[in-house]
């Protein structure tokens, strides 16, 4: 019940994007061909707000649901971390044809064939986690 009102706020989002058609095939192409600027427009204006929300928690020293402050750490830089995830990360969109953000959306829309490639984002998601302590740092 806690946790309720971050479901709709996801739910209602998640209509927005797929009304706005950002998870659109055909938007997509036309943004990687330079056709439109739908889509950029989108992800500048995410952009945007994200800065901006990040800066006001860190003004305001905004706390988290269980009353902790919320703190921003500094990543770790290391460049091959960062080549081989982005690689694997994007096989796995180039393979699928879709991003995992809208995957939920499309779920949720109807199409079930993205249960797939859900299930094996997931399955990519936890053998990461059991396999990271093994991974260099």
């Known amino acids: 019940m806690k946790l309720s009102k971050f479901i709709l706020v996801g739910i209602f989002f998640g209509v927005i994007l797929y009304k706005a058609e950002a998870v659109s095939w055909f938007r997509i192409f036309e943004m990687f061909h ?13 952009i945007a707000v994200g800065i901006g929300v ?27 971390r960062y080549l081989i995830g982005g690689f694997i990360f994007g096989l796995g969109w180039a393979l ?10 499309l779920l949720g829309s109807g199409y079930t ?19 990271r302590k093994y991974l260099p740092h």
Request: proline share 6%.
């Open 96 to 105: 699928a044809g879709i991003c995992p953000g809208p995957m939920f959306i």
């Open 54 to 80: 990040v800066q006001l928690i860190k003004w305001r020293h905004m706390k988290s649901i269980e009353g902790k402050e919320i703190v921003f750490n500094p990543k770790d830089k290391s460049v091959p």
């Open 34 to 46: 330079f056709q439109s600027f739908h889509m950029y427009g989108i992800i500048f204006s995410a």
């Open 113 to 131: 064939v993205l249960i797939v490639f859900l299930s094996t984002a997931m399955l990519g998601t936890f053998l990461y986690g059991l396999l």
